[in-house]
């Protein structure tokens, strides 16, 4: 299984910046996917999950309302849009992929079972 994150950058406050993560090796539709952050210093911390099927989403609630993670399951592809940018979004951004867990598991790290390489996203003030 190898996950492809592109998109990062560097960027100011107020911004938008949209990632993907391409999949490949696996049945891409079958598995639920997750973007991860992790900034200088601190844990590597769930940003925003996506069901297999699309229909359900999770946030971690400092980026509600300014992220919306999506899929393409014909392009084995999600994104991430992230607007109205801020400093303290500053981090590596990495997808994740698991196979179909529990509601209550998809913000939680170990249940993701493969990574990307991650992509760094640096909002200015």
């Known amino acids: 299984v190898q996950l492809q994150a592109s998109g990062g950058g560097l960027v100011q406050a107020g911004d938008s910046l949209r990632l993907s993560c391409v999949a490949s090796?696996?049945?891409?539709?079958?598995?639920?996917m997750a973007w991860f952050r992790q900034a200088p210093g601190k844990e590597r911390e769930f940003v925003a999950a996506?069901?297999?099927?699309?229909?359900?989403?999770r946030y971690e609630d400092s980026v509600k309302g300014r992220f919306t993670i999506s899929r393409d399951n014909a392009k084995t592809t999600i994104y991430l849009q992230m607007n109205s940018l801020k400093p303290d979004d500053t981090a590596i951004y990495y997808c994740a992929t698991t196979p179909r867990v529990a509601l209550s598991a998809l913000t939680i790290r170990s249940s993701y079972d493969y990574w990307g390489q991650g992509t760094l996203v640096t909002v200015s003030s």
């Open positions: 090796g696996r049945t891409f539709r079958d598995y639920d």
């Open positions: 996506i069901r297999w099927s699309g229909g359900t989403t």
